[in-house]
């Protein structure tokens, strides 16, 4: 059974930083790559990052290069996003999904076939 749970989020100040986690359970990291995506209240899906534990392949949206790391933990089958230096807008619901092929191919929803329930993040003062 296939499943992934995010955790780590929460409310945090203006230049904070939080550490998410994507637990996955019932397949191996090396055989899919994890993306990250985030939506705020009227707004669409936004694809964030990506990382493959088979290619080493990474992927990051402009607007959180330099701020955003995601890495993982092969023996643990976890992904994280450790997210620095946050801004109000960063604020919305963040999703791991588990991508059809081992590679980071890009942030389109199709490539993604199983999604986390998310776990929000509310970056304000």
């Known amino acids: 059974q296939v499943q992934l749970v995010e955790s780590g989020g929460g409310l945090v100040q203006p230049g904070g930083s939080l550490r998410l986690s994507c637990a996955a359970s019932?397949?191996?990291?090396?055989?899919?790559?994890i993306g990250w995506f985030r939506q705020a209240p009227g707004k669409e899906r936004e694809g964030i990052s990506c990382?493959?534990?088979?290619?080493?392949?990474?992927l990051y949206a402009e607007p959180v290069k330099g701020r955003f790391t995601i890495s993982g933990d092969k023996a643990k089958n976890t992904i994280f996003l450790q997210m620095d230096s946050l801004k109000p807008e960063d604020s919305a619901v963040y999703y791991c999904a588990r991508a059809h092929y081992y590679f980071c191919s890009g942030f389109d929803p199709d490539a993604y076939g199983s999604w986390g329930q998310g776990t929000q993040v509310t970056v304000s003062s």
């Open positions: 019932g397949f191996d990291l090396m055989n899919h790559a």
């Open positions: 990382g493959s534990m088979r290619d080493a392949s990474i």
